[in-house]
């Protein structure tokens, strides 16, 4: 679709239809639920005193209460999706028009020693950055940063492909960011990466075997107590050492926990952008090459990080009082999940760190498609070996006004220079900041504003701005010496495209 606008405002009808039809769903759901519920107690009721009639109306009446909950959580799961769906949506119809403020400005990237992304505005308010950012992780946001300030020319035909290929699937593109954007982690990937890396086992080997004997033990005694075989004073007994035997590792199983509920969300969510990873077929050699490392021949990633999510959700069940006593002493319910955990992290640890990597290139690249969707007008650049550098022609800013916007043609060969003059407020700067960040966006594999592009891969290195803290000529005067030299040292290794503006502006009034 080439009108971004059309496909916003079709999507936004579409799941407002989908979402009245859930909210419907879920009104019926709760009726059905409170139907069963009182049909069990009137069910139990009627039965007294007969326990066989009671224990089977109970179990009964349990299971479809249980099973009816689960299907509401679905219906409230799609109901939320859809709500996201819609703001995700709403954003760029905002964006389009100009609206940014809703946007993460990435201001923790400021750098003024940067080589150029101080001076080109990359991060910050009204930036490049807010402009194109839609990760919904902290390590997707923090992957694009590093990205835009990569200052490499790597591999930009491939990058470019797989941009081409997510503007390509915005549906895919916004049903990733929705799943990422329902859930609110808080503890950074470094510090899950860390405890899974240093964790030490604690469960002791009988242990590992003890839940499943306990279990099938505590199966006979309920079937013996429901044939009223043996009496309630000895299931008693049998439940009171389970309780005590789940004592014994209740430190160890506390501190576990602690980790363990902290990290929970972080699983729930990554498992789910995983499998649309690993579900979605790509053209681009990169993609596929990023998607390549969430499978392998033996289990899909995601299979096994939903393993693990499950396993932390059934663990944080020992916050349901009722549950939790029944469940350790008739099951060693917490012994058995300890278990659990430590098996799947001591299989997959050294894994996980590249899943989460993916996770956040997907999250980062995802941004970059949005950009090449919302600008269909835009050009990839022509790269070519030969001594031109850069050849333009109605080379604008992307963040401008395009009703006030002034495109201009730049061509640049090898070892030539440009001195721009020009009365003030004339947009000097503003022009030599449109060609920095052409360059920028170049290298990063995107659609540049303009009508056709040759380009030659450079690296850029600016000095355009000086630190606004640096009020005494003689600080400001050897701040832009300190930049110059920066720049000369940077050539002795290397090729760079040199934008400087107003240089030495400074006076040594010493």
Same mark, same amino acid.
């Given at each position: 679709?080439?009108?971004?606008?059309?496909?916003?405002?079709?999507?936004?009808?579409?799941?407002?239809?989908?979402?009245?039809?859930?909210?419907?769903?879920?009104?019926?759901?709760?009726?059905?639920?409170?139907?069963?519920? $009182?049909?069990?107690?009137?069910?139990?009721?009627?039965?007294?005193?007969?326990?066989?009639?009671?224990?089977?109306?109970?179990?009964?009446?349990?299971?479809?209460?249980?099973?009816?909950?689960?299907?509401?959580?679905?219906?409230?799961?799609?109901? %939320?999706?859809?709500?996201?769906?819609?703001?995700?949506?709403?954003?760029?119809?905002?964006?389009?028009?100009?609206?940014?403020?809703?946007?993460?400005?990435?201001?923790?990237?400021?750098?003024?020693?940067?080589?150029?992304?101080?001076?080109?505005?990359?991060?910050?308010?009204?930036?490049?950055?807010?402009?194109?950012?839609?990760?919904?992780?902290?390590?997707?946001?923090?992957?694009?940063?590093?990205?835009?300030?990569?200052?490499?020319?790597?591999?930009?035909?491939?990058?470019?492909?797989?941009?081409?290929?997510?503007?390509?699937?915005?549906?895919?593109?916004?049903?990733?960011?929705?799943?990422?954007?329902?859930?609110?982690?808080?503890?950074?990937?470094?510090?899950?990466?860390?405890?899974?890396?240093?964790?030490?086992?604690?469960?002791?080997?009988?242990?590992?075997?003890?839940?499943?004997?306990?279990?099938?033990?505590?199966?006979?005694?309920?079937?013996?107590?429901?044939?009223?075989?043996?009496?309630?004073?000895?299931?008693?007994?049998?439940?009171?050492?389970?309780?005590?035997?789940?004592?014994?590792?209740?430190?160890?199983?506390?501190?576990?926990?602690?980790?363990?509920?902290?990290?929970?969300?972080?699983?729930?969510?990554?498992?789910?952008?995983?499998?649309?990873?690993?579900?979605?077929?790509?053209?681009?050699?990169?993609?596929?090459?990023?998607?390549?490392?969430?499978?392998?021949?033996?289990?899909?990633?995601?299979?096994?990080?939903?393993?693990?999510?499950?396993?932390?959700?059934?663990?944080?069940?020992?916050?349901?009082?009722?549950?939790?006593?029944?469940?350790?002493?008739?099951?060693?319910?917490?012994?058995?999940?300890?278990?659990?955990?430590?098996?799947?992290?001591?299989?997959?640890?050294?894994?996980?760190?590249?899943?989460?990597?993916?996770?956040?290139?997907?999250?980062?690249?995802?941004?970059?498609?949005?950009?090449?969707?919302?600008?269909?007008?835009?050009?990839?650049?022509?790269?070519?070996?030969?001594?031109?550098?850069?050849?333009?022609?109605?080379?604008?800013?992307?963040?401008?006004?395009?009703?006030?916007?002034?495109?201009?043609?730049?061509?640049?060969?090898?070892?030539?220079?440009?001195?721009?003059?020009?009365? %003030?407020?004339?947009?000097?700067?503003?022009?030599?900041? !449109?060609?920095?960040?052409?360059?920028?966006?170049?290298?990063?594999?995107?659609?540049?504003?303009?009508?056709?592009?040759?380009?030659?891969?450079?690296?850029?290195? !600016?000095?355009?701005?000086?630190?606004?803290?640096? %009020?005494?000529?003689?600080?400001?005067?050897?701040?832009?010496?300190?930049?110059?030299?920066?720049?000369?040292?940077?050539?002795?290794?290397?090729?760079?495209?040199?934008?400087?503006?107003?240089? $030495?502006?400074?006076?040594?009034?010493?």
């Amino acid at each position: 679709m080439n009108n971004p606008q059309q496909y916003y405002t079709s999507r936004i009808d579409k799941h407002y239809l989908s979402l009245n039809r859930i909210k419907k769903q879920l009104i019926f759901s709760s009726s059905i639920r409170l139907i069963v519920f $009182l049909g069990t107690i009137l069910g139990i009721y009627l039965g007294y005193p007969n326990t066989q009639i009671i224990m089977g109306i109970g179990i009964i009446g349990l299971s479809t209460f249980i099973f009816l909950i689960s299907r509401h959580s679905n219906l409230m799961y799609a109901k %939320n999706k859809l709500q996201k769906l819609i703001e995700i949506n709403q954003l760029e119809l905002d964006v389009l028009k100009g609206d940014y403020s809703k946007l993460d400005s990435g201001k923790e990237f400021i750098d003024p020693t940067h080589p150029y992304s101080h001076d080109i505005d990359l991060f910050g308010n009204n930036s490049f950055f807010q402009y194109s950012n839609r990760t919904t992780t902290f390590a997707g946001k923090y992957k694009l940063a590093a990205i835009l300030r990569s200052n490499t020319t790597d591999d930009i035909k491939r990058k470019q492909d797989a941009i081409k290929n997510l503007s390509e699937i915005p549906d895919w593109r916004q049903e990733f960011s929705a799943i990422a954007s329902l859930v609110n982690i808080t503890t950074p990937i470094t510090t899950i990466r860390k405890w899974l890396l240093d964790y030490q086992s604690f469960v002791p080997k009988i242990m590992k075997v003890l839940p499943g004997i306990i279990s099938g033990i505590s199966a006979i005694l309920v079937v013996l107590l429901f044939l009223e075989i043996i009496t309630f004073q000895i299931f008693l007994y049998w439940f009171f050492i389970g309780l005590a035997i789940t004592g014994s590792q209740l430190k160890k199983i506390n501190q576990l926990y602690s980790h363990a509920n902290k990290v929970k969300d972080t699983f729930e969510q990554y498992y789910k952008l995983v499998d649309r990873i690993e579900s979605m077929s790509f053209a681009s050699d990169l993609l596929k090459e990023k998607q390549q490392n969430v499978i392998n021949n033996k289990r899909k990633a995601s299979g096994t990080l939903k393993q693990f999510a499950k396993i932390l959700d059934a663990f944080d069940q020992r916050n349901n009082m009722i549950y939790g006593i029944f469940a350790n002493g008739l099951l060693l319910w917490d012994i058995m999940q300890s278990y659990r955990i430590e098996k799947w992290i001591t299989a997959n640890k050294n894994n996980v760190d590249q899943w989460f990597q993916v996770i956040a290139f997907f999250d980062a690249y995802n941004s970059l498609g949005n950009f090449a969707f919302n600008n269909p007008s835009y050009i990839y650049p022509k790269i070519t070996t030969d001594g031109t550098i850069l050849d333009t022609k109605n080379l604008g800013h992307p963040m401008l006004d395009t009703t006030k916007r002034v495109d201009n043609d730049i061509h640049i060969s090898e070892e030539q220079f440009f001195i721009i003059t020009g009365a %003030n407020m004339a947009g000097k700067s503003t022009f030599l900041r !449109t060609v920095a960040l052409q360059i920028i966006m170049s290298n990063t594999g995107l659609p540049v504003c303009a009508s056709s592009c040759i380009y030659k891969p450079t690296k850029l290195i !600016t000095s355009m701005r000086t630190s606004d803290s640096l %009020n005494d000529d003689a600080s400001y005067f050897f701040a832009e010496l300190t930049q110059l030299k920066r720049i000369v040292d940077a050539l002795k290794n290397d090729t760079y495209f040199i934008i400087l503006d107003e240089i $030495l502006k400074g006076t040594n009034s010493k």
